[in-house]
């Protein structure tokens, strides 16, 4: 649901599965009382800041909100705040044409993320142009397949999709263990049911806790049963799978990468729903830098990195 200015509403946000912390309801009482915390009184404690990205800046303004009198943002960048958030432009007179050269997608479920974007009312409301929402070409072993804009991937990744979204939608049985469908354990998030949530989680950590993301697929798609009825074949399913990805684009970059680590992701909605800052992401912390409060953060200062 996306409110007039055309920023996402918090309704999208739930625990995540590593924290199980109700982070929006979090958020939603600080905008009542205009910050996440207050002092009873003002807080004449000098304060440093090491890095002006998002997370220094936002950490400098709910330092000032919460009554801290003097905070100092030491930032390494002579010339710029905000860090990974970099929108560079090519040309002033055409500010529409943006290259995101850090972050660019940003799914709903980054409830703290939205908080800040919706404060500053900036424009949430465009899907990140994802492989398959708008056309697409996927190239594999040097042939490239085109893949419509709202239309299924190409055949030749039928198989490896129908399989995980199989998996995704009714889980699998490993080592003699039925794990419950990871949008299951999303629903449990969304709807409180924290204990649930953790519970079928655990059975993950249980049975993928030492696996990267390609070990687990082996183990998940060469199983007796696997997800979508058909067995993926070593090594061209793999390969094709990675190449198509879970939504994002290819991730056979990250098959190394712990497999729990992917399904965090996944259960946490991160893939989910991406939007796009038409603007650029920068104007967030562009607007931080920009504002009132800012002014009392002493001017940035130039520190000397140590390798
Ligand atoms: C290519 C790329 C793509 C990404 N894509 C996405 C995405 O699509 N969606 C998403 O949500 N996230 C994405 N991210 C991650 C996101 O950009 C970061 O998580 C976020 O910007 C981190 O903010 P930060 O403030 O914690 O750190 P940073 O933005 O890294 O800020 C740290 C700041 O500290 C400064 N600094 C470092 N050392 C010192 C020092 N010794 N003294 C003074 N200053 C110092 C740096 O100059 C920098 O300004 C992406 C990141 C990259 C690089």
Redesign the pocket.
């Known amino acids: 649901m996306t409110t007039e200015a055309g920023c996402f509403s918090q309704d999208h946000a739930f625990p995540f599965i590593d924290t199980l912390f109700d982070y929006s309801s979090f958020l939603a009482n600080a905008k009542l009382k205009g910050g996440i915390g207050h002092f009873q009184h003002v807080c004449h404690e000098r304060v440093a800041i090491?890095?002006?990205?998002?997370?220094?800046?936002v950490a400098a303004r709910e330092l000032l909100k919460a009554g801290v009198e003097n905070v100092t943002l030491?930032?390494?960048?002579p010339i710029r705040?905000?860090?990974?958030?970099l929108s560079q432009r090519f040309d002033a007179n055409m500010p529409e044409y943006i290259a995101e050269?850090?972050?660019?997608?940003?799914p709903p479920s980054?409830v703290g993320?939205f908080h800040y974007l919706n404060e500053f009312n900036i424009d949430t409301a465009s899907v990140f142009p994802e492989p398959g929402i708008v056309d697409t070409e996927i190239h594999f072993q040097g042939e490239a397949h085109k893949w419509l804009a709202g239309m299924a991937p190409p055949s030749l990744f039928s198989r490896v999709d129908r399989g995980w979204r199989c998996f995704l939608k009714e889980g699998v049985t490993v080592e003699g263990k039925q794990l419950q469908a990871p949008v299951s354990i999303t629903q449990a998030l969304k709807e409180g049911r924290l204990a649930d949530a953790k519970e079928s989680w655990q059975q993950y950590l249980d049975i993928f806790g030492d696996n990267c993301f390609y070990s687990a697929l082996v183990k998940i798609f060469t199983s007796a049963n696997p997800p979508g009825g058909e067995l993926w074949q070593k090594p061209d399913d793999f390969a094709l799978f990675g190449s198509l990805g879970i939504g994002s684009g290819g991730f056979q970059p990250v098959y190394r990468a712990a497999f729990i680590e992917i399904m965090q992701l996944v259960v946490n909605g991160l893939e989910d729903d991406q939007r796009l800052v038409p603007a650029g992401i920068e104007t967030l912390t562009d607007n931080m830098s920009s504002e009132k409060l800012h002014e009392r953060v002493s001017t940035p200062v130039l520190?000397p990195?140590?390798f």
Not at 50 to 57: F, P, Y
Not at 101 to 106: E, I, P, Q, Y
């Open positions: 090491v890095g002006a990205g998002l997370s220094g800046m030491f930032e390494a960048n705040n905000g860090g990974r958030l050269m850090g972050a660019m997608r940003f980054e993320l520190v990195r140590t």
